[in-house]
Nanobody
Framework: QVQLVESGGGLVQPGGSLRLSCAASGITFSLYSLGWYRQAPGKQRELVGTITSGANTNYADSVKGRFTISRDNAKNTVYLQMNSLKPEDTAVYYC????????WGQGTQVTVSS
């Protein structure tokens, strides 16, 4: 059974930082491209960024220079380091794993507010 479990969300003030983690099980993690997505209330889910099996990364323009995706294949975990957070970053953040199939985590809430 495939599971993706996000953690690390919470409430943070504008300008602050958070690191999200997504731990995977039931897949050959190193083969998968991984992504982080987010969905704000009343909006469609949008791509935040991706990291390939070869550790190449790609980011949405809205987070470029502030967010960093990394992966640890030994721990079957992908990370999203978020710095200089803004209120518009408030959303539920989801991780995604894609190779032969696509899998989603359950999401973790990030709220940026003073």
């Amino acid at each position: 059974q495939v599971q993706l479990v996000e953690s690390g969300g919470g409430l943070v003030q504008p300008g602050g930082s958070l690191r999200l983690s997504c731990a995977a099980s039931g897949i050959t993690f190193s083969l998968y491209s991984l992504g982080w997505y987010r969905q704000a209330p009343g909006k469609q889910r949008e791509l935040v960024g991706t990291i390939t099996s070869g550790a190449n990364t790609n980011y949405a323009d809205s987070v470029k220079g502030r967010f960093t995706i990394s992966r640890d294949n030994a721990k079957n975990t992908v990370y999203l380091q978020m710095n200089s957070l803004k209120p518009e970053d408030t959303a539920v953040y989801y991780c995604n794993a894609q190779y032969s199939s696509k899998y989603w985590g359950q999401g973790t809430q990030v709220t940026v507010s003073s």
